[in-house]
């Protein structure tokens, strides 16, 4: 990636509070003009800080952050041109929509004659046109992030901040939301970095995403690349849903591995980040990737499995079944391919190919995915 290519650029950046606990552990990382990347994971992973400090409310304690090839490091938060949207809106209360929208122009001595095309401009790309007069707390929820929005695009940023700003909105609203600042992106361009904890949310949103995890990235790559492709167990296990179960590397050839798993069994896997033969690796496996009965040839692991729970879920069936001594087994049928009746203490074959199965490193330690 060229240096012109480059929107924001972290070198070997470091920062702690106390001078032994690193929240952000020597991160390097480069961020494309115009590019909707999503820093993703728990709390307390180091991916607010990283934003703080970009935005000039938190400072490095070693390494440098440059926008646009300018380092940051004597640059006020006020000069960085950068809009923020926070979850909790942070509109002034007494002043209309409008208002709101023209303090930030004026702050920046904005001519008044531009102001109120910028405001009307700003408020018909987040669909709010005409209600410039109301106050926040005429408008619903979703319609204040929508103003707080068009309050951080409306003096045209270097780039956009967005700090876990649908949290305070209900599921179907922010559902909503999401859709709509991904086709605004869209038609805009400006470089958003947004923040969450929620893998939907990342998934749903972004052109890449940088999975966070104690100050460290430890994958960054589009949404399909990451949740089909992990590389380690923490983001297996993080992004999405995941079947995990441990064993011992018994044989490596290639592309195929295959694993003694806790339990007794032999499975074929992709030997993605393991040690030699004789290690423990983690086995990832995500739900829907596993057949019920399979027909396939080219299923090189078949397995006999007892149904202990059955859940309709509209457009698929979630199973729980109980294979090679593990009992929180989960398996995914699309309602359209549900294979004869599945119902709890039947008998039946599972089974899935070796490409889908990722032989990865050993987690030290149980990892969540709750905020």
């Known amino acids: 990636m060229g240096s012109s290519d480059v929107a924001v650029r972290f070198e070997d950046v470091s920062k702690t509070y106390d001078g032994v606990s690193l929240v952000v552990d020597q991160l390097s990382l480069d961020i494309r003009e115009g590019e909707f990347l999503t820093l993703l994971g728990p709390s307390g992973s180091g991916k607010t800080t990283c934003l703080m400090m970009l935005a000039g409310f938190e400072v490095p304690t070693s390494g440098d952050i440059h926008l646009r090839g300018q380092s940051l490091r004597t640059v006020s938060p006020y000069e960085r041109n950068i809009g923020m949207v926070f979850q909790n809106y942070a509109l002034f209360p007494h002043m209309t929509v409008a208002e709101n929208l023209a303090f930030p122009l004026e702050a920046r001595g904005i001519a008044r004659s531009e102001v109120g095309q910028r405001i009307e401009k700003s408020l018909d790309m987040v669909k709010l046109g005409g209600l410039g007069d109301r106050r926040p707390m005429q408008l619903s929820g979703g319609q204040q992030q929508r103003v707080a929005v068009a309050r951080a695009l409306v003096y045209e940023p ?11 909105l209900d599921k179907q609203l922010r559902e909503q939301m999401q859709l709509e600042l991904r086709h605004l992106h869209e038609s805009i361009g400006v470089t958003i970095i947004y923040v969450t904890h929620d893998q939907g949310e990342a998934l749903t949103m972004s052109d890449r995403i ?56 032999t499975i074929d896997a992709l030997p993605i980040n393991i040690g030699e033969i004789g290690s423990r690796t983690s086995v990832s496996l995500r739900p829907e990737a596993v057949l019920v009965n399979p027909a396939d040839d080219r299923v090189e692991n078949r397995f006999s499995a007892e149904i202990k729970e059955r859940i309709y879920h509209g457009d698929h069936i979630r199973l729980r079944v109980e294979v090679f001594g593990n009992d929180d087994f989960i398996v995914k049928v699309p309602r359209s391919h549900t294979p004869g009746s599945l119902e709890v203490g039947q008998t039946c074959t599972i089974g899935w190919r070796s490409a889908e199965c990722r032989a990865l490193d050993v987690p030290t330690i149980q990892q969540t995915t709750t905020n």
């Open 158 to 168: 270097t780039l956009v901040l967005m700090d876990e700003p649908l949290g305070a």
């Open 210 to 265: 940088a999975v966070f995890n104690d100050g460290k990235i430890r994958q960054i790559a589009p949404p399909e690349d990451l949740y089909e492709k992990p590389e380690n167990a923490f983001v297996a296990e993080f992004i999405g849903e995941n079947n995990r179960f441990s064993g011992t590397v018994r044989y490596i050839n290639g592309a195929l591995c295959k694993v003694e798993v806790d339990g007794g069994a």
